[in-house]
């Protein structure tokens, strides 16, 4: 029977969360510890591919992780943005975030309704004169590229920030019987953390189909991949899950 489950995620906030609700329903402990964080790259590594801020006049954001590591680093270089610089960001509650370091109401902001990035597009092609940048991870597709391209948009993918591992801490209980992992990042950094995960008869649970390539890549093997048709959040496949299980 499951009684500890590490989720690879930080501990929600609210006292609402559906975790807590499958503790009280199942009889089981959630664990929390996100297995990657995100962090800036330096000023050096910026320059080195060879991308001028200030040669673009507007900026595409995917992330609030994208908003913070821009400015941080046009601050450490010492990059005074213009008043003229548009923002476009993929959801309201991203470009909401550039007040944390902009007076809001002196920018051009833009985003969709939809809060997806192919809904973005439109809006960016009405402003196709503008030169774009596009702040990314070390991670990441070509997805924006192929779509700016094909609308024939002006632009420049530039690293910004990258993902790197998390060390599981030290004091922190290891007993748990069933980890869940949501990135491909997230199934590197458990090995790092924990070698013999292979062996040692934990349950994997997987979200999402990259996740899922990552582990059985990685020679994990996995016990639940989530969302499934029944359940489209990872609590209701966990929820399923532990039903069927405490029923055997």
Same mark, same amino acid.
């Given at each position: 029977?499951?009684?500890?489950?590490?989720?690879?995620?930080?501990?929600?906030?609210?006292?609402?969360?559906?975790?807590?609700?499958?503790?009280?329903?199942?009889? %089981?402990?959630?664990?929390?510890?996100?297995?990657?964080?995100?962090?800036?790259?330096?000023?050096?590594?910026?320059?080195?591919?060879?991308?001028? %801020?200030?040669?673009?006049?507007?900026?595409?954001?995917?992330?609030?992780?994208?908003?913070?590591?821009?400015?941080?680093?046009?601050?450490?270089?010492?990059?005074?943005?213009?008043?003229?610089?548009?923002?476009?960001?993929?959801?309201?509650?991203?470009?909401?975030?550039?007040?944390?370091?902009?007076?809001?109401?002196?920018?051009?902001?833009?985003?969709?309704?939809?809060?997806?990035?192919?809904?973005?597009?439109?809006?960016?092609?009405?402003?196709?004169?503008?030169?774009?940048?596009?702040?990314?991870?070390?991670?990441?597709?070509?997805?924006?590229?192929?779509?700016?391209?094909? +609308? +024939?948009?002006?632009?420049?993918?530039?690293?910004?920030?990258?993902?790197?591992?998390?060390?599981?801490?030290?004091?922190?209980?290891?007993?748990?019987?069933?980890?869940?992992?949501?990135?491909?990042?997230?199934?590197?950094?458990?090995?790092?953390?924990?070698?013999?995960?292979?062996?040692?008869?934990?349950?994997?649970?997987?979200?999402?189909?990259?996740?899922?390539?990552?582990?059985?890549?990685?020679g994990l093997n996995i016990t639940l991949e989530a969302p499934t048709p029944k359940a489209p959040s990872i609590t209701g496949s966990i929820d399923l899950y532990l039903a069927e299980t405490n029923k055997a």
């Amino acid at each position: 029977m499951i009684k500890k489950i590490l989720i690879s995620q930080p501990r929600p906030e609210s006292e609402k969360s559906p975790y807590f609700d499958l503790e009280k329903k199942h009889s %089981v402990e959630f664990l929390f510890h996100q297995f990657i964080k995100v962090e800036g790259i330096e000023p050096r590594e910026f320059r080195a591919q060879k991308v001028s %801020v200030l040669d673009h006049t507007a900026v595409v954001f995917t992330s609030r992780h994208a908003i913070d590591h821009f400015f941080q680093l046009c601050k450490e270089m010492r990059v005074a943005i213009p008043e003229t610089m548009k923002y476009f960001a993929v959801s309201e509650t991203i470009s909401l975030y550039i007040q944390k370091y902009v007076q809001y109401r002196k920018r051009k902001v833009f985003y969709p309704a939809t809060g997806k990035f192919e809904d973005l597009l439109p809006l960016m092609v009405k402003h196709k004169t503008e030169n774009y940048l596009v702040p990314l991870s070390d991670v990441h597709n070509d997805e924006v590229k192929s779509a700016l391209d094909a +609308n +024939n948009l002006k632009h420049t993918e530039c690293v910004m920030y990258r993902t790197v591992a998390n060390n599981y801490p030290d004091n922190a209980p290891k007993d748990f019987e069933m980890v869940v992992l949501f990135t491909p990042a997230g199934v590197t950094s458990l090995l790092q953390n924990f070698p013999d995960i292979k062996d040692n008869g934990t349950k994997i649970v997987t979200f999402g189909k990259a996740t899922s390539v990552a582990a059985v890549e990685a020679g994990l093997n996995i016990t639940l991949e989530a969302p499934t048709p029944k359940a489209p959040s990872i609590t209701g496949s966990i929820d399923l899950y532990l039903a069927e299980t405490n029923k055997a």
